[in-house]
Structure formats: C-alpha cells, structure tokens
DNA sequence: CTCCTTGGTTAGTCGAGACTAACCGTAAGC
DNA sequence: GCTTACGGTTAGTCTCGACTAACCAAGGAG
C-alpha cells in the first residue's frame, strides 16, 4: 500500500533513499544496487524489501536475479500529499504576511 | 537550511508531521499546538527545534508566547527533489513498460 | 550430478532519537 | 515587589530500526 505514512518512514533513511535513487535511471539487479554503497547486500536486500511494502518500488525475477524498478504508485501517493499541502499551506503563509503588512500600517 | 535530508528526516517522525500539519491554516502558538497531541508540551518543543533547524517552519515571539508559521522554503526543497525525481523515474518507467511490450511480441 | 552465483531470511548487537520529569528564564497582571 | 502563564533546555530512560554474520533456497554452467 502507498500512502503517504509509510512513504514517508521508507524515504527517511539516507542509505534507504540511496538505493532507491539508484532505480532513478532504470531497473537495476541487487547486486548492482549495493555495489558501491557502504553496506552489505543483505541490509539492500531489507531496504528493498521496506520500499516494495511503502509501494516505492517493483520487482519480478530473472533467473536467478531480482531485477527492481519504481513503481509510480509510491512517488504519487508522496506528490499527493505535498500538492495537499501546498495550496492551503502556501495560501496560509501569503495571508499572514498580508496580516503582517497591515499590522505595519497601524 | 532546507536540503532535502533534513526536510525528509523531520517529516519522518508522525508525531513531527502531525505538528506540523497543524500548522497548515496559519500561525499557532506552541500550547495550542501540544494541546490535543498525545505528547506533552516539551515534547511539541523538540520537534519544533527540528522543524524549524529543518527550514520547514518560522516563529517569532510575541509577548510571553512562541508563534510558530510554515516556512515555504522546506516544502520548496522537498517539492525540488520530488520533481528532479518525478521526471527521469517515470520516463524511465515508461521505457521499461516499452521494452516489456517488445518483449512479449518475440 | 556438482559447483558457483544470486539473493532473501534470521538472530543478535548497537546506536539514534522520541519521550517525560524537573528545571530555568521571561513577560504580563495584580 | 509577587504570582501566574508560556516555553525552551537538560538528564536520563527506553524503544525502534539499521546493520552484520551466518544461514538457506534456487537457477545456470559444466
């Protein structure tokens, strides 16, 4: 499932969103993923399995590889919430500056 | 500062986003905020601390109390890195449903 | 069949951070 | 002056999760 709780609690991590940001470009296998990330590819292979949970990313196998892409599910539930937020929270900012500026004026 | 790793970090803890989604319809004082959180008050602090450390909120003092507002620059910096991602993520998506099409038609 | 590669799972450790309780400082009202 | 309300800070506890080491399962090559 992809709301926006667990996508947030999934992206937190640094080197969680390290491995995700490697599937920016294309599907990539495990191994190729940790290659090159401070950590073993067992705590990968944990990262990955928290994104699929959050809804971040996709995977089927091939032979005896797992190859893993995004899935856009996760990105939209993440986009959904920050749009949410924006209108009513940038809209809130522009009155209180508003306020502000005719508190100036007294 | 408003990078995108302390944004995402602050945003993580569900107690912190539901302070500050508090804050979404305007400025709060910090005892409005904590009252109706599980949470006590010193609590609601810390989290402030981060949020505000974080570029996501902005307060100014007004008599004995402590009002708290959205800083548009944290969402900005979150929205920023969503975009630079939403692009190459699902162009890249997309090739790939393309390549599987090509792929069951051999 | 054996061997090698790839990768998911489990057990156990360790550090980070969320929280409360107790404190202090400050502004407003009397 | 004294008191009350509002909030930030610190000390200490405790839970959660990121990580490694060791394991197991399955597919491909010979």
Redesign the pocket.
């Known amino acids: 499932m992809a709301n926006a709780n667990r996508v947030f ?1 999934a992206l ?2 640094p ?2 969103r390290a491995v995700f940001e490697r599937l920016r470009h294309g599907p990539r ?4 993923i ?1 290659r090159g990330l ?13 994104l699929k949970e959050a809804g971040l990313v996709d ?1 089927r ?1 091939e ?6 892409q995004i899935d856009p599910r996760g990105l939209g539930a993440m986009r959904a919430w920050l749009d949410q937020f924006w209108d009513s929270a940038l809209s809130a900012f522009a009155a209180e500056v508003e306020r502000a500026s005719k508190e100036e004026k007294k």
Do not use: C, M, N, W
């Open positions: 609690a937190t991590d080197t969680r296998a495990v191994g190729e940790a401070p950590v073993t590819r067992p705590a990968v292979s944990q990262h990955l399995k928290v995977d196998s032979g005896t590889r797992r190859i893993y």
